[in-house]
């Protein structure tokens, strides 16, 4: 009977340390993904306050319809927060390429256009 029990026991112990690790895991990769949709919600304030600031004339501090010179202290955006990491990559006259380089190992690029936000590419 001592036997049995103490198998049991091991058994349990094996059943309960695979489900805790399976936790973690989903909770990793959940929390990756929840910070990758903040990054992107994010990156769309960032894009449409560049297009606002494409549209501004240069006589009062805009791109005047250019993205060349914008970076993110013109419209006094922090370059990083607790989740990213945000880099202007480049700003031609009428593209402006954003990046997030993500504290959980992440990156996700967008091609800013005077009319529209191109699609993101996410990279994990």
Do not use: C
């Not at 103490?6 to 929390?31: D, H, P, W």
């Not at 990156?43 to 494409?54: F, I, T």
């Not at 009428?94 to 996700?108: C, E, K, M, P």
Request: charged share 15%; hydrophobic share 45%; no cysteine.
């Amino acid at each position: 009977m001592g036997t049995q029990q103490l198998l049991l026991l091991v058994l349990v112990a094996v059943v309960v340390a695979i489900g805790i690790a399976l936790a973690i895991v989903y909770f990793k990769s959940n929390q990756q993904d929840v910070e990758i949709n903040e990054v992107i919600n994010e990156m769309n304030h960032v894009a449409a306050s560049a297009q606002g600031w494409y549209r501004k004339p240069k006589e009062m501090a805009g791109g005047g319809s250019s993205f060349t010179g914008f970076t993110l202290q013109s419209i006094a955006q922090p370059d990083s927060n607790d989740i990213a990491k945000y880099s202007v990559v480049s700003a031609d006259s009428d593209v402006l390429q954003l990046q997030a380089v993500g504290f959980l190992q992440f990156t996700i690029s967008v091609n800013v256009y005077p009319d529209s936000i191109g699609p993101y590419d996410i990279v994990k």
